[in-house]
């Protein structure tokens, strides 16, 4: 499983969900949230107070309030606006989401109550063990009535023993004889036998008297394995009902088993993971509800409705995330791409600078300047024609500018229209020659020999600069290209020193043509005496010439 959620993960780009726990679980103390938080626990509190027990009308009102903002946040998520607010009022119109989903979720606490408590009574009509145990639950909870009874029962036993003794020692007394000579024996009172106690409750008694009820914890600890898988696989329709009402307000819909399977298909192992987490905060959010039945109002409302309301939270933000996630593979609009998703520095940055556009902004990834801008959005919309448009407009006032002949550049290199390229190239390279960006320049060269072999600067001045900056990159193939038949294409031209000098030092140190390098020194040092590349000139010819004679010397001792 983590295998196939991190290959999802690098065909997504984006954090996946599990991956963000944090990021969730702060979501609710962002200052939005917080603020319908504190209003939520005032509200409570104050019904606590003022109206006691009769406040669990308005408590219910405010879990659909929760409910209600929860679902803006889903919704919002799901878009991939994580600031998760909206300054659009429309979305807190009628709606009917928070009941639907309530619903859903009643029916399933009730249809597993019901098949738990149809799975607790076969358990114990065929256990032995549990109904002792149940047996033994009876006579704990109500151990002074049992108590009572034995006492009872031990004392009608020791009256009844004496009663029997009575009676025992009476017909055992002597026989008389009376005048006539009769003999009779003493009759003997009868005893006063005590009456017998109630007969208590029988064990069937005690059994259906100990059955928990649901919610106990006692019910779910004698719930039978097949009991848990069963509503294991039933909530595996949670997830996707919550979604569905989310997406489609449609409460038949969210009872289609086959919405699993079409989750499960596009998001894959995430569901499951989604599923788990789901159950978790869900199952804690309806635990927070009842916790603190014996509790005053006034305390018990405030902490339940915290608590409630921030998991839920937390909750939906994480299923808002997921479905965003995937909203390729579930064909869902979105209103930030995942290309402007990393632009923006991801789901934190769009949360702390309150929309995907101002955190691509402060990341630099999106231009504050309002011409900028605009010429990044139609870059993002893929619409280069309108931005070449516009960067040519802006050009119109100096068109050597740098900054603006680069964006020209890229953005024709991006349409893919060779001819346009090529054509602007010859301005690209003067621009950069005029701005001294040798490095530049030579890169601009090679990548528009890259759409034309034979393309060369129509600009003097922009060869030597090239050619130079070419030899620093150690191009000399591009180096020698642009060097070669510089004095026919530009005769007179101001560089021809230089470009001589540069070609005898690439016939010296690459070529090893160590005589013709000097000779071209010398004629540039003979037509060219007062330039200033003169005296490197000379220094250079000096040089070559004392290797010359060094190697005639040692070739002809040899």
Known sequence: MARELEIKYDQKAVTPFWRKLPFFFLFPFRFGPLIFLACIITASALAGLALGSFSLILKGFLVYLGLRYAFNVLELFSKGRFEGESVDHRLWGPEKRPAKLGLVI????????????????????????????????????????????????????QA????????????????STDEDGNTFTAAAEPADLPSEPPGGTTRAEMIERAMPAFGDLLWFQLQPMWFWLF???????????????????????????????????????????????????????????????????AVRF???????????????????????????????DVDVDFDEHREAGGAEAIAAAGSARAAAVKQGAVPADPWERKVHDLVTQGNFKDAIGEVRDRMRYDRMDVPLNQRLHALLLRQADDAATLAHGQQFVTALARAGLGRELAEALRKLQALDATFLPADGD?????????????????????????????????????????????????????????????????????????????????????????????????
């Open 106 to 157: 009643a029916l399933f606490i009730v249809l597993g109550a019901n098949i738990g408590n149809l799975a607790l009574d076969g358990r114990v009509a065929a256990d032995p063990r549990t109904q002792e145990r149940l047996v033994e639950r009876y006579k704990q909870d109500h151990a002074e009535e049992v108590a009572q009874l034995e006492r009872e029962r031990a004392a009608y036993q």
């Open 302 to 332: 405030p902490l339940e409705m915290a608590v409630a309301n921030y998991l839920g939270l937390v909750l939906f933000a994480l299923m808002g995330y997921a479905l965003y996630q995937f909203h390729q593979e579930l064909h869902l």
């Open 160 to 175: 009844l023993a004496r009663a029997q003794a009575e009676a025992a020692a009476a017909a055992a007394r002597p026989s």
């Open 231 to 297: 509503m294991a696989v039933l909530s595996l329709m949670l997830p996707a009902a919550a979604i569905v009402i989310a997406l489609e307000d449609s409460l038949p819909r969210a009872f289609n088993p086959f919405n699993v399977i079409t989750l499960v298909q596009a998001m894959g192992s995430a569901y499951f993971v989604l599923w788990g987490f789901f159950l978790a905060i869900a199952g804690s959010r309806q635990l927070a509800l009842v916790v603190g039945q014996g509790w005053p109002p």
């Open 462 to 558: 922009a060869v030597l600069p090239a050619a130079t900056a070419a030899v620093q990159q150690r191009d000399f193939a591009l180096a020698t290209q642009l060097l070669r038949g510089f004095d026919k294409r530009f005769p007179g031209h101001k560089d021809t020193p230089g470009v001589y000098f540069l070609g005898a030092r690439l016939l010296s140190e690459q070529n090893r043509q160590h005589d013709k390098a000097a000779r071209i020194l010398r004629s540039v040092l003979q037509h060219f005496p007062e330039h200033p590349v003169a005296p490197e000139a000379r220094n250079y010819l000096q040089v070559l010439e004392r290797m010359m004679a060094k190697a005639a010397g040692t070739g002809a001792t040899a």
